[in-house]
Nanobody
Framework: EVQLVESGGGLVQAGGSLRLSCAASGFTFDDYAIGWFRQAPGKEREGVSCISSSDALDADSVKGRFSISSDNAKNTVYLQMNSLKPEDTAIYYC?????????????????WGKGTLVTVSS
């Protein structure tokens, strides 16, 4: 059974940092692109960052503030979020695609986690 389990969300003040984790199981981790997406209240879901063995993507809104990394030994992807802003408040989802980040974010990801809430107070 494929599982993607997010953790690390919480409440933080503007300017603070959080690190999200996505623990994956049930598929060959090295063969998949793993991405972070977020959905704020009343807004559409948007891609944040993605990493695979062949490419990586970051949304313009998080470049220079967020950093995605992967620990293949632990089947875990991290999203380090620094200089957080109130507009970063959202539910953050981890998702996996059996292709590249570019194709996965365009055509759709194969598996999704349940999400973790990040709230940034001003």
């Amino acid at each position: 059974e494929v599982q993607l389990v997010e953790s690390g969300g919480g409440l933080v003040q503007a300017g603070g940092s959080l690190r999200l984790s996505c623990a994956a199981s049930g598929f060959t981790f090295d063969d998949y692109a793993i991405g972070w997406f977020r959905q704020a209240p009343g807004k559409e879901r948007e891609g944040v960052s993605c990493i695979s063995s062949s490419d990586a993507l970051d949304a313009d809104s998080v470049k220079g503030r967020f950093s995605i990394s992967s620990d293949n030994a632990k089947n875990t992807v991290y999203l380090q979020m620094n200089s957080l802003k109130p507009e970063d408040t959202a539910i953050y989802y981890c998702a996996a695609s059996g292709t590249t980040c570019e194709r996965g974010t365009y055509y759709g990801m194969d598996y999704w986690g349940k999400g973790t809430l990040v709230t940034v107070s001003s």
